[in-house]
């Protein structure tokens, strides 16, 4: 079992709408959780990061939620656009001086016009 | 603002040969990290490096080494290449330990034929 585990796995929606994707995550405990974009063939990019004691995060268009109780986490876009279409991961950082990263297997997104 | 620079962008290998991956982290970052993700995968952890030095070792193959050069940048080689890895190698570079501000780079694409 993933220690982060994301849903849906995949989804689709129209171009100006709102969604939400999940991440659960059994890590514990962890140093912080990140939300990041991924498109193909690129390198992750931030978008959220929330350490155990926030409740949520907002860039832009972009709000997190985290509820450490529950182990769980959200990413609401809103107003989605074209570029929004993308691959969004769940990742939380390991404690201690090595700071690795536990990657979620990610939700691909794909905003249609 | 600098990002993670990696080189080559794209690169392509024929079976046992040697490939040698280039990442030069933010300035005054400290700690470099490699990142291997096949196709449709979550990334995983290979190999980090904090001041020059190891600091984790992940999933990374006997066949390949690595290290941090006194500037601080860092080279991944691969040796006796197999066609599995064929995959996106990324880094990521971090200076700021208590948040684990990770900065990742966009990649390089290494096909092994």
């Known amino acids: 079992k993933n220690q982060v585990e994301q849903s849906p796995q995949s989804l689709i929606i129209l171009e100006g709408k709102n969604c939400t994707l999940q991440c659960n995550y059994t890590v514990s405990p962890f140093s912080n959780l990140r939300w990041y974009k991924q498109d193909t063939g690129r390198g992750p990019v931030s978008l959220t990061i929330m350490t155990f004691s926030e409740n949520t995060k907002s860039n832009g268009r972009y709000t997190a939620t985290l509820d450490a109780d529950t182990k769980q986490s959200s990413l609401h876009i809103t107003a989605s656009q074209l570029s929004d279409s993308a691959s969004y991961i769940c990742v939380v950082t390991v404690p201690g001086n090595t700071g690795k990263l536990i990657f979620g297997q990610g939700t691909t997104l794909q905003v249609k016009p | 603002a600098a990002g993670v620079i990696q080189s080559p962008r794209h690169l392509i290998k024929e079976k046992r040969e040697t490939a040698t991956l280039k990442c030069y982290p933010i300035p005054r970052h400290d700690t470099v990290y490699w990142y291997q993700q096949g196709p449709g995968q979550d990334p995983q952890f290979l190999i980090s490096f904090y001041e020059k030095m190891q600091s984790d070792k992940g999933s990374i193959p006997d066949r390949f080494s690595a290290q941090q050069f006194s500037d601080y940048h860092s080279e991944l080689n691969m040796s006796s290449l197999e066609l599995g890895d064929s995959a996106l190698y990324f880094c990521?570079?971090?200076?700021?330990?208590?948040?684990?501000?990770?900065?990742f780079g966009s990649g390089t694409r290494l096909t092994v034929v």
């Open positions: 990521a570079s971090s200076g700021d330990r208590a948040n684990y501000g990770y900065t």
